[in-house]
C-alpha cells in the first residue's frame, strides 16, 4: 500500500465516522452544530440523509471502485461542502472558529483528494 493508498482510505474512513454520527446520532449531530428540528421534525431525516448517510455511501463507494476517479468524486463532494461553507460565511455572515475550521477541513480534503488522484493529462 502505498502513501497515497493509506491517505485515500484515511480519508474515507473519516468520511465514513462522520457520516455514521449524522445517520445514527441526527440530535448529538444537530447539537455540535447548533441546528434544531422544527415542528415536523424533517431536520432529523434530513441531517440523517445528507449529514448521515450520503456521506456512508460515498466513503464506501470509494473504497469498493478504488479508482482514481471514485476518490476525486469524494473531492468534488468535499469541494462542494467547502464552497457552500464559504459562500455562507460571507453571505449569511455566519462566520465563527467553527465555520472556519469546517471550511478548513473540507478544502483540505478535497484539494488532496482532486490533486493527488486526478489522472494526469
Known amino acids: 500500500m502505498t502513501a497515497l493508498d493509506f491517505i485515500n482510505y484515511a480519508v474515507a474512513i473519516l468520511t465514513i465516522v462522520l457520516g455514521l454520527m449524522g445517520w445514527l ?4 449531530t444537530m447539537e455540535q452544530l447548533d441546528m434544531q428540528a422544527g415542528p415536523s421534525n424533517m431536520a432529523y431525516t434530513e441531517v440523517s440523509a445528507a449529514s448521515g448517510c450520503l456521506f456512508v455511501g460515498l466513503g464506501l463507494g470509494a473504497i469498493f471502485l478504488d479508482q482514481p476517479l471514485a476518490w476525486v468524486v469524494v473531492g468534488l463532494a468535499y469541494a462542494g461542502a ?5 459562500t455562507s460565511i460571507f453571505r ?5 472558529r467553527q465555520s472556519w475550521s469546517f471550511f478548513a477541513c473540507e478544502a483540505g480534503l478535497a484539494a488532496w483528494l482532486i490533486l493527488a488522484n486526478l489522472p494526469a493529462a
Open 25 to 28: 446520532a441526527p440530535r448529538w
Open 82 to 86: 467547502a464552497t457552500g461553507r464559504i
Open 92 to 96: 449569511d455572515n455566519a462566520a465563527s
